[in-house]
């Protein structure tokens, strides 16, 4: 009975370990070390420990990828990362060596396959944030999903203006000269005249044109429509319930006025004075300490030129606030910032848009979260 | 550098026997290929500009009509894979495969041949095999197809896209529908790469940009992204190797894409890879070398330089400049040469022998090819090594 039993642990084990490593999401990365040596070439144990060195330098650059909130929780949990490093960094591949003999120097390159799922664990258990725990956070969530409802372009507006001015003149000059005369003999009595002119004409014009004007330009007016936003929603919700957080919808707040807010946001990027208050104020009333509150605007669809598909772009804007104290005390603020989504269809792509969106607000509200202490 | 003539009828024969000898993998395959039919290794808003009759051929065919018959053609033939024309799900861990008959560009060249007309039309194009797990081409096989016809007078618009017609739903030997069907039978899917290589920079010297213009080979940013296209492509089928996509295009983000289930496939995210490829294509120049009554011969050169770098120590495995020249005669009664089309065919020809000639080694080519001549074989041997290692 105890060796069945031992059996069946060894294939749960077995079988959780492999389904484990199909779902793990590896990332490469990719990392380089120098050492120094002395010979024309490194020592075995002189290449182990130039790869360990550049598997730990490729850790630190994944890291140093990401926001500077993960950013301090790696830093502070780095040393017993490295520790255990083989947990994280499945495989290491070398991609280039290079020894030189005037430096003695030795330096190598590597890929390290990282086991992100279980690094960005470990560094959600450092900041205190398991799905496992019990009495997680709280947080109000008050997200709006608005698209264009249609968008008026105006040409510009053109002003030109011509002025012209011309002066000129004319001058003729001439002169007659004409001359007669008369000769008288005893015998005959001739004439003669004699008449020649001159003239000269000269003109001159000078025209000058001024030309200028103004081009007025107005900016689209778009009108928003206020949509549904539960894709986001649920998208975010789960990402943060991961990590042991309760997304709250505002639907489930008493005295919260959704209406107003979403009227507000299709009129305006803000949000009014009475209802920021009013949301704060039933927020509170509801034993609450945090909100987020932020929008989604989806964007016309257009065509991707690369790959034909339907993109779509959906922008950002979202603020994370503290209301446990007399005043609302922000603690994150994202965006805006944009990201876009592909499909064969509106919808597809759209949804795309959504996800993407959700998933990445998700990882910067709980990176904020962790560094401020909010567990 | 010199080559023998390419009469085109010739070259397509060779190329396809270049193409399917090609041994079975001793290790037969069951992997399911989702079948994506065709395809443009171009940007969609390109399409038409890149590829004017072929495009209209198979849209007045109709493209869903067309992908069929590609279909029934690849299942009727054998093949080592299991073509699947259902969708397919990309799931964590699992390879996802995906293939498709991407064409790249065509050519359209007349030639005037004492009192008649030449009409020669080109398809150029790939079996592509793309694992949309990896991210990354795991075969590729280049298909060109062509047709030739002559003319009493010099072929009008509606002539030449009946040649299209011809050379895209007929059933020659050099057309497109039977070389595709010589591709699938001979087509293997390589083994998984264990390192990454990608066309990351593609470039235009100034003078090369000026003549690609002048030789109306296209706009300068379209040819750009199709030179490093088709570099990757010959990389893949020659060397049997994973090679990340230079660039999302057409086939690859929108046709492709189509045959797996995920909605987040559309987003193709192709991921830096463990060496770069650095192209710039130099420029084309055509030298007279014979000159006779009875016609002149030149010679066409394509020049490239190419390097291969581990992109964060900088080092370099490979730098130099290749050429390839083919020959080319122009018969005393015949018209000039339409210089566009054979300076693409040299380039393409640099780019398949120097793909053959990192493995095995061929060192005479690469000393009568590269530049500096010195270094030409030690230069091929290091990347050689860098190949041998993506394997």
Known sequence: MSIRKTLAAAFLTLSLTVSGMAHAEVIAARGVATIPVTGSRPKPEQRDQAIAKARENAL???????????QRIYDDARGSILSSIGEYVLGTTVLAEQTDTKAKTYTVTVRADIN??????????????????????????????????????????????????????????????????????????????????????????????????????????????????????????????????????????????????????????????????????????????????????????????????????????????????????????????QYAGLGPSEAVARTQATTISAREVAKVLLDRLAVKGVR | MLKGALASPLFVAAYAATSVAEPLSDSPMSEEIYF?????????????????????????????????????LATSVPCQAKINDGLGTLKAGRAAYVTAL??????????????????????????????????????STPVVSQFIDLFDTDPTEDEI????????????????????????????????????IRVTQSTLSEKARQQVIDLRLGGAETYTANIASRLSGWLTSQQKICVLPAASNQALGGKMAARLSNGDVYTLNIPAPDYELHLTLDGFKKVLVTDVPAGKGYVYGAFVTLMAVEPLSATRFFEAQIRVGVKRTQPATASEINDGPVFD???????????????PADDAWARQNILPTQTAVSSMQALRKMIQTCR
């Not at chain 1, 299709?266 to 509170?284: C, F, I, M, P, Y």
């Open chain 1, 60 to 70: 630190d650059r994944y890291i140093a990828e990401n926001n500077p909130a993960k």
């Open chain 1, 116 to 337: 992100s799922n279980t690094l960005e664990n470990r560094l959600s258990d450092s900041a205190g944030q398991s799905p496992a725990r019990e009495g997680g956070r709280d947080i109000l969530l008050v997200f709006v999903s608005r698209t264009p409802s249609s968008i008026q372009s105006f040409d510009d507006r053109v002003y030109s203006r011509v002025d012209n001015e011309s002066e000129g003149g004319c001058k003729t000059k001439g002169d007659r000269k004409t001359s007669e005369g008369e000769r008288v003999t005893n015998r005959s009595v001739s004439t003669s005249d004699n008449a020649s002119a001159n003239a000269s004409y000269a003109c001159k014009t000078t025209d000058i044109t001024e030309s200028g004007g103004s081009t007025t330009r107005k900016a689209d007016k778009v009108i928003w429509a206020v949509g549904n936003s539960a894709d986001f929603d649920q998208q975010i919700t789960g990402t943060m319930a991961d990590s042991g957080y309760n997304l709250v919808p505002a639907e489930y707040i008493e005295k919260f006025d959704l209406s107003a807010v979403r009227a507000d946001y299709a009129r305006d990027d803000e949000l009014s004075q009475q209802t920021l208050r009013s949301t704060v104020a039933a927020a509170k009333a509801a034993h609450l300490t945090y909100i987020v509150l932020g929008t989604m605007t989806v964007e016309m669809p257009d065509r991707d030129p690369v790959s034909g598909n339907v993109r779509v772009f959906a922008s950002i804007n979202a603020r994370l606030l503290d209301i446990s104290g007399a005043f609302p005390r922000p603690v994150a603020a994202i965006g805006p910032v």
């Open chain 2, 36 to 72: 994506a039919g065709f395809a443009y290794l171009t940007d969609y808003q390109d399409v038409s500009q890149r590829l004017p009759c072929t495009s209209r051929v198979v849209n007045d065919t109709g493209a869903q009509i067309f992908d069929r018959q590609l279909f029934e």
């Open chain 2, 102 to 139: 991407a064409v790249n560009h065509e050519i359209t060249d007349v030639e005037r041949i004492g009192n008649q007309y030449k009409l020669s039309v080109t398809l150029w194009g790939q079996l592509l095999v793309f694992d949309f797990q990896s991210k990354s081409v795991v075969s």
């Open chain 2, 161 to 196: 896209l009946a040649a299209y017609g011809r050379l895209v739903n007929g059933e020659d030997a050099g057309g497109l529908k039977s070389q595709f069907a010589k591709a699938i039978s001979g087509s293997i899917l390589p083994r998984n790469s264990s390192r990454t």
């Open chain 2, 345 to 359: 065919e040299a380039l393409q020809e640099l780019f398949m022998e120097f793909t053959q000639a990192i493995e």
